[in-house]
Structures are given as structure tokens and as C-alpha cells.
T-cell receptor, first 113, second 110 residues
Framework: EAGVTQSPRYAVLQEGQAVSFWCDPI?????LYWYQQPRDQGPQLLVYFRDEAVIDNSQLPSDRFSAVRPKGTNSTLKIQSAKQGDTATYLC???????????FGPGTRLTVL | QQKVQQSPESLTVSEGAMASLNCTFS??????FRWYRQHSAKGLEVLVSIFSDGEKEEGRFTAHLNRANLHVSLHIREPQPSDSAVYLCAVITNAYKVIFGKGTHLHVLP
């Protein structure tokens, strides 16, 4: 069974530029999570979906961040106008509904100069 | 809201010596605790999940949970240089949210 895949693995931007991250969850997993992990911090949940519906986006900076999962499978996280404070690793995870086990992808390491 | 704190921030041990990592949490109503390992540029690897007070062993990794003291620890027997990584403590809430600590950087010297 293939794991969670993410792309790109690395991104380097200037402040003000836009970037998108892509996640392909494990087949059959209806729940998908996006986490932000700043350097020397633990992952912090940004948003999660069940199928195509957003369940909780309370920690997503809505003025610049957006996330979609239009067909309930792959997902895209976008930062419209990146800031240096967005420098972090962005992790995607997936799980089956009502199962605590989340499976994590390798992450995208973002550096904003 | 559940808060998770880990100590120490960084730990250096020699190959073969026991490594002990600590984690405290603020809300004792959770009953699902997990230790992850994170190598640079890799995803999170689950090491041990523990659901009740006491001890749970998975190979060289042993977790101890004491919910009355709001404490869970991880002990690594005979650590090797390849175990050098960041170790993350996580508490899974009753709503299946995962709350992570900041991590302990473990360095194992050959």
C-alpha cells in the first residue's frame, strides 16, 4: 500500500510570492490533515477534511492560506502572499474516519526569504 | 485545551547507553498517547502507542504512562547512531485531534 505522498519536497520563495503544496493521501482514507511545523516545534494542525468537506480550519490564516479537496481525494494547500514567518515544514496526513491512526507524508520544507 | 511539553530539548548519549525522554500533558482525560520519530526530510514514524497506565514495549522502545501524574516517557534501549532524530510526544484527544510537543533532539554518538 502506497503511503501519503507530497510535492514538492522543497520550496524557496521571496516574500510576497505564492506557493502551492499538493498531497495524495492513502487510498481509501476519507480524512486528510494539513499541519505546519516551524523549525524546532511540533506539528500544529492547520485544517482537516472529511471527504471534500472542511471539518476544522480554525487554525488556518484565512487571509493568505487556503486549502481544498474538491473530489475528496487529493488536496492542495496554497499560500497567496508568503511571509518569512511561514517558513516551516508542511505535513499532510490521512486516516480513516474515527480512527486515531494518522499516516504522515514526508512533508514540504518551505523557506521564505 | 491540551498542552504537551517535552524535556529535555536536546539529549546526547553514547551508543549503547539508555536514552530517556519525558513528556507532560495538561489534560488527563485523553487515553491515547504516542511517540513518533522524525528523521530529517522524512515523515513521522510511529514508535509506540500506549492507551493505559503502565508500560508498553515495541522492540527497543518502551513507553511508560502515568495519567495521574500527567506524564508519559520513552526509553530507548541500546540506542544506535541511526536513532539520532527528533522524537515527538503526541496526545490524541477524544475527538481524534493529535496534539504534539515540541520534540526532543536525540544525538547518539558512536
Amino acid at each position: 500500500e502506497a503511503g501519503v505522498t507530497q510535492s514538492p519536497r522543497y520550496a524557496v520563495l521571496q516574500e510576497g510570492q505564492a506557493v502551492s503544496f499538493w498531497c495524495d493521501p492513502i487510498s481509501g482514507h476519507d480524512t486528510l490533515y494539513w499541519y505546519q511545523q516551524p523549525r524546532d516545534q511540533g506539528p500544529q494542525l492547520l485544517v482537516y477534511f472529511r471527504d471534500e468537506a472542511v471539518i476544522d480550519n480554525s487554525q488556518l490564516p484565512s487571509d493568505r492560506f487556503s486549502a481544498v479537496r474538491p473530489k475528496g481525494t487529493n488536496s492542495t494547500l496554497k499560500i497567496q502572499s508568503a511571509k518569512q514567518g511561514d517558513t516551516a515544514t508542511y505535513l499532510c496526513a490521512s486516516s480513516r474516519q474515527n480512527y486515531a491512526e494518522q499516516f504522515f507524508g514526508p512533508g514540504t520544507r518551505l523557506t521564505v526569504l | 485545551q491540551q498542552k504537551v511539553q517535552q524535556s529535555p530539548e536536546s539529549l546526547t548519549v553514547s551508543e549503547g547507553a539508555m536514552a530517556s525522554l519525558n513528556c507532560t500533558f495538561s489534560d488527563g482525560t485523553s487515553n491515547n498517547f504516542r511517540w513518533y520519530r522524525q528523521h530529517s526530510a522524512k515523515g513521522l514514524e510511529v514508535l509506540v502507542s500506549i492507551f493505559s497506565d503502565g508500560e508498553k514495549e515495541e522492540g527497543r522502545f518502551t513507553a511508560h504512562l502515568n495519567r495521574a501524574n500527567l506524564h508519559v516517557s520513552l526509553h530507548i534501549r541500546e540506542p544506535q547512531p541511526s536513532d539520532s532524530a527528533v522524537y515527538l510526544c503526541a496526545v490524541i484527544t477524544n475527538a481524534y485531534k493529535v496534539i504534539f510537543g515540541k520534540g526532543t533532539h536525540l544525538h547518539v554518538l558512536p
